[in-house]
């Protein structure tokens, strides 16, 4: 029979997102609620392997619901891919008397999470972690609104110097395999036209649609191009098409980089990390492992961490024909 579960540790794993923090503090305070120990891992897994851990209590996570970026820090571990790697971590489990593991991460985390849980038969929890919404059994990813909202907001403000100059701006957003912030953002912006990595629009019918709005009279407009666009060429090459094929047009390039990870949760994202650190916290607590939390229909709900990480999240074509209309 599996030894009732008294100490769980928390880690935030791969790239930050805004939110993490809440679901930090979520799983610390939910673990204090059930009066259950709870110990914060810094550097993901890379901490795991060396020891580097911190006794939690409800007191630790005050006032950082609204910090973005991450508490205990983040990391990516190589040594962690390695099995030598792994059994360090599991002594280190074990030496702490931590019986359970909470992962807020992205797909990456969840496979090393899967991975040790087999190994050991250790119990794992993921919580999906990521401003790239791109995982699998879960409607919306911790950071994922934060992100959108700071998009919108810089779009917004190159729209006002497009228009004062006449200008036609191709905004990089993140996105390498999912179009969920270039197609959502896009759309919340009033883009012209978005490209993704999901579908192949085309270069040609890019010219097309800028051509014809031009005609129709704008004189200015925004293209949001998702960093995995499907045309397989990068904002500059596609700008640089444009700009000799509408001379017209004064063309320029703005790409977002690494401000849509940073910035203070949004209130959606403060929810949604409360939710879930409760959830996996007890999904521990009824005996349950290898799964993710996930947000579908506004329930929580748990997902079997292989699917988490094997399933892909497909962008809803509802999206991509709104995306449509309003480019006419
Ligand atoms: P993001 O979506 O922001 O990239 P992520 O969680 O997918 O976040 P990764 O860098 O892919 O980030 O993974 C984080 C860490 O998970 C890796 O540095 C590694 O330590 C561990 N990991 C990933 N894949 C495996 C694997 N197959 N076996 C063991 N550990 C793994």
Redesign the pocket.
Known sequence: MRKRITRVAVMT???D?PGMNAAIRSVVRSCAYYKIDCVGIYR???GLIEADFISMNARSVHNIINKGGTILKS????D??EKEG?EKAYNNLIASDIHALVVI????????GM??NKEFNFPVIGIPG?I?N?IFGTDYTIGYDTALNTVVDVIDKIRDTASSHNRLFFVEVMGRDSGFIALHAGIGAGAEEILIPEEDLGLDRLLDSLQKSRRSGKSSSIVVVAEGDKTGKNVFEIAQFIEKNLPEYEVRVSIMGHMQRGGSPSCFDRVLASRMGVKAVELLLDGKTNLMVGSVNNEMVAVDLELAVKEHHAINKEILRISDIMSV
């Open positions: 794993s791969g790239g997102s993901g897994y890379q990391a990516r571990s190589k962690f891919m792994r991460g992205g797909d990456g985390s969840f496979t090393g991975v040790f990521t790239d791109d």
